[in-house]
């Protein structure tokens, strides 16, 4: 017995940290792949088998008004914060007002991000870099992966000076090689809720809200907050 997952990549750490216990307990198989959290709604409109989605709370939302998520059954995992990263040998960087962050980024060698039209995190920065008035400044400079893990993981084995990562908090700290810097500063952060939900067309409906109460139950708090959630959102 298989269960599909899609989810944003924010949650890994936490879905990833209860499959072992999950498939022996439940005699079944986990089948996650985790990437931006348009990409993975796409995913699913376009027809391919899931049964637990994981994304921000206003997608699933909205999936559930379109008829794609079982009406009910969304839980919230927590929030996540948009943080800075550099890699781990490097020092860190300012970021804690505005001022401080327009003089890190303009003066990055390279800005690592997820997409920045079908990530969270990626769709907040573009928006963040208007604000500063650096979009035209760091043209050339951006380096946009389909996720923030790859971002990071691009980042942390990238040669050279003064690189900079941006994405979710969650995402740089289980990335080997980055380390988190902090959240964006006040006025420019973006706290994120994640959701987890049955799908319409699961093939496993009971066995997926399972797996949406191990996400989101008191049995996994720790877990969730070691990741980098938020659970007072």
Same mark, same amino acid.
Do not use: W
């Given at each position: 017995?298989?269960?599909?997952?899609?989810?944003?990549? %924010?949650?890994?750490? #936490? $879905?990833?940290? *209860? !499959?072992?216990?999950?498939?022996? /307990?439940?005699?079944?198989?986990?089948?996650?792949?985790?990437?931006?959290?348009?990409?993975?709604?796409?995913?699913?409109?376009?027809?391919?088998?899931?049964?637990?989605?994981?994304?921000?709370?206003?997608?699933?939302?909205?999936?559930?008004?379109?008829?794609?998520?079982?009406?009910?059954?969304?839980?919230?995992?927590?929030?996540?914060?948009?943080?800075?990263?550099?890699?781990?040998?490097?020092?860190?960087?300012?970021?804690?007002?505005a001022d401080a962050l327009r003089a890190?980024?303009?003066?990055?060698?390279?800005?690592?991000?997820?997409?920045?039209?079908?990530?969270? %995190?990626?769709?907040? #920065? $573009?928006?963040? *870099? !208007?604000?500063?008035?650096?979009? /035209?400044?760091?043209?050339?400079?951006?380096?946009?992966?389909?996720?923030?893990?790859?971002?990071?993981?691009?980042?942390?084995?990238?040669?050279?000076?003064?690189?900079?990562?941006?994405?979710?908090?969650?995402?740089?700290?289980?990335?080997?090689?980055?380390?988190?810097?902090?959240?964006?500063?006040?006025?420019?952060?973006?706290?994120?809720?994640?959701?987890?939900?049955?799908?319409t067309q699961a093939r496993q409906p009971e066995l997926a809200a399972?797996?949406?109460?191990?996400?989101?139950?008191?049995?996994?708090?720790?877990?969730?907050?070691?990741?980098?959630?938020?659970?007072?959102?």
């Open positions: 017995m298989e269960l599909v997952i899609f989810s944003g990549g %924010a949650a890994k750490a #936490v $879905a990833t940290g *209860l !499959q072992g216990d999950f498939q022996a /307990q439940q005699r079944c198989a986990l089948s996650a792949t985790f990437g931006a959290v348009g990409l993975m709604r796409d995913k699913l409109l376009a027809g391919e088998p899931c049964d637990v989605l994981i994304l921000s709370a206003s997608l699933i939302e909205a999936l559930e008004r379109q008829g794609h998520v079982v009406a009910g059954s969304a839980r919230n995992l927590g929030g996540v914060a948009t943080g800075v990263a550099v890699r781990s040998g490097d020092p860190d960087v300012p970021i804690g007002d890190t980024l303009s003066a990055a060698q390279g800005l690592y991000v997820p997409h920045l039209g079908k990530s969270s %995190a990626g769709i907040h #920065v $573009a928006s963040v *870099l !208007q604000r500063l008035g650096l979009t /035209q400044a760091m043209h050339g400079r951006i380096r946009e992966y389909p996720n923030g893990a790859t971002a990071m993981r691009e980042m942390a084995v990238a040669a050279g000076d003064g690189l900079v990562g941006c994405t979710q908090v969650t995402e740089i700290l289980y990335t080997p090689g980055v380390k988190l810097v902090g959240e964006l500063p006040p006025g420019y952060g973006l706290d994120t809720v994640y959701t987890a939900a049955v799908c399972r797996f949406v109460q191990a996400l989101t139950g008191d049995a996994s708090r720790q877990l969730r907050q070691t990741a980098g959630f938020k659970l007072d959102l």
